[in-house]
Each structure stands twice: as C-alpha cells, then as structure tokens.
C-alpha cells in the first residue's frame, strides 16, 4: 500500500451504533488529519495530531472522538450521530506542521457516511 | 483571517477547449503557501501544486499551468486541452502563520469536460 489509505470506503449506520473509520499512512508522515467533507460545505478541519498528540480539535461535537495509536494510524470513533453528520470524511497526512515544505498535506480516498 | 474565494462553482468545457480557474485569497501574513488540490469522483483529494508567496514565478506542469499574482492576489490555474480525466472537483487553498498553517479552502470548481 502507498500514499494513505482509508477504510471502510463507505459506511452506513444508525443512529444508535458505534463504528469507527480508520486512517493508515505509509509515507512515514508525523502529522495527520480528519476533515468533514460535506455537500455544498468547504472542507472543515475537525482534528489534528502531531507525534501523536492532539493539537487541534476545531469545535468537534464529542459524539466524534478521535485517537492516534502511533504516527501511521488515526481513528475516529462515531456513536450516536445524526442524520446531518453524514458526509466524506477525508484523513490527511503531513510529514510536518508549520509553514516549510514538508507540511504539505496528502488525502486518502475518504470514507462516505450515511447516518439513517 | 484568511479567506479563499473561488467564484466559479461549475465549468463545463468540450474536450480539448482550454479552462481557467481562478482563485483569490486574503490574508495578512507576509509569508503564506497556496495550493491547488483536485478531486475526482472518487473522492480523494490530489495534491497538485504548493506556491510560496515569495515565488512568483508561474509554473507550467504538462498541461496544467499557475499563475500567481501577488498584485492582485490571485493564484489561477489553467488546463490546456482539457481531456475528460480532468473532469473533477478543484480546490485552491491557503495556508499562513496566521492560522497556524492550517489550510483554508475555497468553495471549489467543477469542471465537466464532454468529448
């Protein structure tokens, strides 16, 4: 695998379950990304880890709860959400942060979720 | 703050026409990074090109060439003979010391090309 990898590509859930989306990056980055990718909605940063701390959580409902295990993975835990929590959500890595050429960040595929 | 304005939401081409995207931000850093990502529908965001504000030299990559001019803070993009791959979703984007080199979106273009 190169690049970063997202699975499930596509989620469908209720509002009652628990599921979580994972993010994998092989391009030995420090830094990574959740985005909220919904219609008609520039992208909206959600989280961000560096070295596997988290430095930025942009007003995230608590219903999304992230985690960084190690530099190559992050997670986003669902449970309870709504109808309007569906959307694409894009992981991202970067090798840094902070205004050098390094911290130019690449996508994965994304995973679209439906919440019924 | 910073803002990214792309006003074009949709552009729709015949293959092998030429299509330019425009792209104008603001913002009150005096060193700052643009950038141009394209998504297809599939989804993932490609990355294309990163432009430091220092460097105003335009870029020409294949078929795919930038014009950046700071004077009129603009950062365009130009596919020539457009192909029906190039059939996507194109985002400009900001980034600067301002908001913690997180990158601030435009809106983005649609670009159909019909053969």
């Known amino acids: 695998e190169t690049g970063v990898t997202q699975t499930p590509r596509h989620l469908v859930m209720g509002m009652t379950n628990k599921k979580s989306l994972k993010c994998e990056q092989h391009l030995g980055h420090n830094a990574m990304y959740w985005y909220k990718q919904s219609a008609k909605k520039p992208l909206e940063l959600m989280f961000v880890y560096n070295f596997k701390e988290q430095t930025e959580n942009n007003s995230v409902p608590s219903r999304f709860s992230p985690e960084c295990p190690n530099s190559s993975h992050l997670f986003l835990h669902l449970h309870t959400l709504q109808p309007e929590d569906s959307a694409l959500y894009l992981c991202?890595?970067?090798?840094?942060?902070?205004?050098?050429?390094?911290?130019?960040?690449?996508f994965g595929p994304g995973t679209r979720l439906t919440v019924l | 703050a910073q803002k990214v304005t792309q006003a074009q939401t949709e552009i729709s081409v015949v293959e092998k026409e030429d299509v330019t995207l425009d792209c104008v931000y603001e913002t009150r850093d005096t060193t700052y990074y643009l950038f141009w990502y394209k998504q297809p529908p599939s989804g993932e965001l490609v990355f294309l090109i990163r432009?430091?504000?220092?460097?105003?030299q335009n870029e020409i990559s294949g078929r795919y060439s930038w014009n950046f001019q700071k004077s009129t803070s603009s950062f365009n993009f130009t596919i020539t003979a457009s192909q029906v791959v190039d059939s996507a979703v194109y985002f400009c984007a900001l980034s600067g010391r301002s908001n913690d080199y997180k990158l601030s979106f435009g809106a983005g273009t649609t670009v159909t090309v019909r053969a």
């Open positions: 432009r430091n504000s220092f460097d105003e």
């Open positions: 991202a890595s970067s090798q840094d942060r902070g205004g050098s050429l390094s911290d130019t960040q690449y």
